[in-house]
């Protein structure tokens, strides 16, 4: 079925590492993620964006080259600026190991914890951040509309008494 909001939209996934697998098509859980984060949010118009799933020492490995730190994290987002005037909007990078982990030990779906992740990382392409409290604030506020969205409950009433 065709979706009007990524039809003008190039997505580029790129599934590095088998573990990923266990997730039922997760090209097509991407796909509705952006989708739905796409609606929510969309400061900076484009046509193209990528999204590698992979583990955890390629994302240590950039993690180090790009950000001084070595270790791996759950998502990577790397902004691009236009080339020969396409507006491609970046990267974002997911690792298996510290997604899955995180999961498991918060009790909460596999599949929504990744949609999350897709949500954040696209909203840092959008550059926002959480560097003091009243980003956090925003990007968490559009992160819980676009996951609302989805049908998945705030994440972040987890860390809650």
């Not at 989708?35 to 969309?42: G, L």
Request: hydrophobic share 40%; with cysteine; glycine share 8%.
């Amino acid at each position: 079925m065709p979706n009007p909001i990524l039809d003008d939209i190039e997505i580029d996934i790129d599934i590095r590492d088998t573990r990923w697998d266990v997730v039922d098509d997760l090209s097509a859980l991407a796909r509705t993620v952006l989708s739905t984060a796409i609606t929510q949010y969309c400061e900076r118009p484009f046509t193209e964006i990528s999204l590698l799933f992979t583990n955890n020492g390629q994302v240590r490995d950039l993690n180090r080259t790009y950000r001084g730190k070595d270790k791996p994290t759950n998502v990577l987002s790397f902004p691009t600026e236009a080339t020969l005037g396409i507006p491609i909007l970046g990267d974002v990078v997911l690792a298996f190991e510290v997604i899955e982990g995180e999961a498991r030990v918060g009790g909460i779906a596999l599949e929504d914890h990744i949609a999350h992740l897709l949500i954040h990382g696209y909203l840092h392409l959008q550059g926002l951040g959480h560097e003091n409290d009243g980003d956090a604030e925003f990007m968490e506020t559009h992160e819980i509309k676009a996951l609302a969205g989805l049908g998945i409950t705030n994440p972040y009433d987890r860390d809650k008494p």
